[in-house]
């Protein structure tokens, strides 16, 4: 980031637009997954945070980023679980009361349907990578709307294979698309409870999720070199974006898909 831009991003938090903010974050493995870029910067903007782990695997590489964003609630979740979804809703009616920002940064597929190419991805696989990255939204989305009495924000990470055929994207493609036109029929039901629903489209980062990719490195230097602001985004940028739909700044958006790419889905 150049040295104004730093500054300026500096000056926005201090004013600490999210305070009293109550913000559930799903989808942090570690310190470089999306969601804990948006879960960092959601703090520094003064939300409370809920957060979740996978399992207890899971657990350890978590906790001590619960622990760093002082979060208040930090529960077990496996979507693919039954009652794991529902039981961190109920610990966040305990807790909190209510819910303002719910934030969904989830993506499986099994790992040969995932690296196979889609016109021979299982019937089964198809259906996990569904319900793990789209339909567990659509649930999250329903287990919120009665904590968001006064509405709020639901944000889902999408990516742009959704639209455009990325090579080695595979079946992801479709689902991520199911899960955009989801978002878009979620801000269409829940608009007049004033909840805003939104998918935040990132360019391509290194994470866990990302290494399952095949030739993931050919789509991070192709980005490198045809975006037009031509640097990678981070996670901290791709929170920062996701913080700024939550904000009143944001109040009329609501189903839209952002994508903090450094402008790479513009280029043919
Ligand atoms: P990540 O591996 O850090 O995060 C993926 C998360 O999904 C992990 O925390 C994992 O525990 C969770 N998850 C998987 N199965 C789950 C289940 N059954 N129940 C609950 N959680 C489960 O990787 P990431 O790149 O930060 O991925 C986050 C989101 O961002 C995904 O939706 C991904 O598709 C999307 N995305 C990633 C990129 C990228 O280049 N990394 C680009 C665009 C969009």
Known sequence: MAHNESRNVRE???SQPLRGQRALVLGVANDQSIAYGCARIFRLLGADIALTY???K???HVEPLARELGASILAPCDVAKNGELE???AQIKDRWGGLD???HSIAFAPKDDLQGRLVDSSSEGFKVAMDISCHSFIRMARLAEPLMANGGTLLAMSYQGANKVVPNYNLMG???AA????MRYLAYELGEKHIRVHAVSPGPLKTRAASGIKEFDVLLSQAL???PIGELVDIDDVGLTTAYLTTPFARRLTGTVTYVDGGLSIMG
């Open 101 to 103: 920002i719910a934030l």
């Open 179 to 182: 899960l955009e036109s989801a």
């Open 87 to 89: 039981a961190v809703f």
């Open 58 to 60: 899971a657990r350890p």
């Open 225 to 227: 070199q045809r975006a």
């Open 12 to 14: 926005a938090i201090k």
């Open 174 to 176: 479709p689902v991520k």
């Open 54 to 56: 996978l399992n207890e």
